[in-house]
């Protein structure tokens, strides 16, 4: 795990923890990018799917 001090929007921070549950402040950023890992990661994941053949039965 890498230690890192970042300066957070206090107003940002509170209303992520509203929307996802997150109770602490490492959870929201962690979930935060988990998001936009997954988000960036979404089209390559559609264009794989959609190249795949697919067999009767």
Known sequence: MTVTTID?????????????GARTDR???TRALQTLIATRQQPATVERVIARQFSDG
């Open 27 to 29: 959870d929201v950023v």
């Open 8 to 20: 957070l929007d206090p107003e940002l921070l509170e209303t992520a923890k509203e929307l996802t």
